[in-house]
């Protein structure tokens, strides 16, 4: 296996006003080296003990950058290694290890003992993929109301890599894992992640790409994924319990049954339609009926405002709610803008009770200016009306007020 170059490393911090020149700072980087069969190998540093080495211990060595260029050079290292940087998010820095393909990160994420390496592998990966797979859809004009071409489109641009499907399975199937790790580890970069690298995106397209790699996913590891379903269910009449062990063995089996859920499967659906049925928390339910992304969500989440089990003037019924829809990429940013019209009238409403949650609300508007041209002005216009409105709170104008300057 080709291997980035583990001896040199380089730092420097881009200019900020008044200070276009950055001096170097200390970063303290803990470096690993993974043998062929992911396994840590033992570390032996030249020139350590050293002051430029904070520690060297087991497999994992600290190393102090605190110059512009420095190197440091692994001995005695018995097999080719692929390098784990950056363990355990040692600094709050972004690292790019020259030569680094996707071969070594898909052998990180499904071997690397670090767990942030672990899980940042598969993001990069993950991320990776999404944006590329976004930009062929694009490029074959395919759009996200025909489900059926995307998929074709998207498969013909290459699809989802075997390699990253046996990643995914390899880390699933890890015993030595904790649960609420996988479900974290297994998950997606979200939608608003992906805006970042995406101008003018069309969030709805973004949330297609994105079901398409969950569904081939799912589809290719369905066996491990209700394995994990058994396995981490709560027996029939099993009280509830709020303890470490209990929440992760929730989260990966809510992640499990997520995404078999994908596959629209008749079975599975019925499955978790009925679980859905016998949840104990109404809460939960309103947050899960108002995410939807079944399109024409937006009527059913004004319908919710009227549920009995709805309490406008709680806060947390409000976030469960309001800003549960507005992370529906489906029905928030629907093309005939009624998701950002919902919105902005809940706002309005909820401005008139508490301040402080209206303006938590219209914050789902802040990043309008990271849509496609139609959607933009859509949002815009509601941002407009919010502004505009008589006697709205300060907390909701210098939110909605500084997103439009």
């Not at 102090?64 to 784990?84: G, I, M, T, W, Y």
């Not at 009227?306 to 990429?329: K, M, V």
């Not at 496609?372 to 709170?393: C, F, H, N, Y």
Request: aromatic residues 6%; hydrophobic residues 40%; negative net charge.
């Amino acid at each position: 296996m080709a291997n980035p170059d583990p001896h040199y490393r380089m730092q420097s911090t881009p200019p900020t006003p008044g200070q276009p020149d950055k001096q170097p700072v200390l970063i303290p980087l803990a470096v690993g080296l993974l043998g062929p069969d992911g396994h840590d190998l033992p570390l032996h540093l030249r020139g350590a003990p050293s002051p430029a080495v904070a520690s060297a211990e087991g497999h994992t060595a600290v190393l102090r950058l605190e110059e512009a260029e420095q190197e440091f050079v692994f001995e005695h290292v018995a097999s080719e290694p692929v390098v784990s940087v950056l363990r355990g998010f040692s600094a709050p820095v972004k690292v790019t290890v020259h030569g680094q393909t996707d071969e070594h990160l898909t052998f990180l994420f499904a071997h690397d003992t670090d767990p942030f390496n672990r899980w940042e592998s598969g993001q990069r990966l993950s991320r990776k993929l999404l944006l590329q797979l976004y930009s062929a859809a694009q490029a074959a004009n395919a759009s996200s109301e025909d489900r059926q071409r995307l998929h074709g489109a998207l498969a013909e641009a290459g699809g989802v890599p075997e390699a990253l499907s046996a990643a995914f399975k390899a880390l699933l199937t890890d015993k030595d894992l904790d649960g609420s790790f996988k479900a974290m580890a297994v998950s997606l970069p979200g939608g608003t992640e992906l805006l970042d690298a995406i101008p003018d995106a069309d969030p709805t397209l973004i949330h297609e790409v994105r079901h398409y790699v969950v569904c081939q996913l799912a589809a290719r590891m369905r066996p491990e994924l209700e394995a994990l379903v058994k396995e981490n269910d709560s027996a029939a009449g099993e009280p509830y319990v709020f303890s470490a062990t209990a929440c992760a063995r929730r989260a990966l089996k809510n992640k499990a049954l997520a995404m078999l859920s994908s596959l629209e499967d008749p079975e599975i659906t019925a499955n978790i339609l009925q679980r859905f049925r016998e949840a104990t928390n109404m809460t939960d339910q309103v947050r899960w009926q108002a995410m939807s992304n079944a399109p024409g969500n937006v009527s059913l989440a004004k319908q919710l405002v009227d549920h009995p089990a709805f309490n406008i003037g709680n806060p947390n019924n409000c976030y469960s709610l309001f800003l549960g829809f507005a992370r529906s990429p489906v029905n928030f940013h629907a093309a005939d803008g009624s998701g950002y019209e919902f919105m902005a009238d809940s706002v309005l409403r909820v401005d008139k009770l508490n301040h402080q949650v209206a303006a938590r609300m219209v914050s789902a508007f802040t990043t309008f200016k990271q849509f496609d041209t139609k959607r933009q002005a859509l949002m815009k216009a509601q941002l407009e009306r919010i502004v505009g409105t008589p006697g709205l709170s300060e907390n909701v104008f210098e939110i909605a007020s500084k997103s439009l300057a």
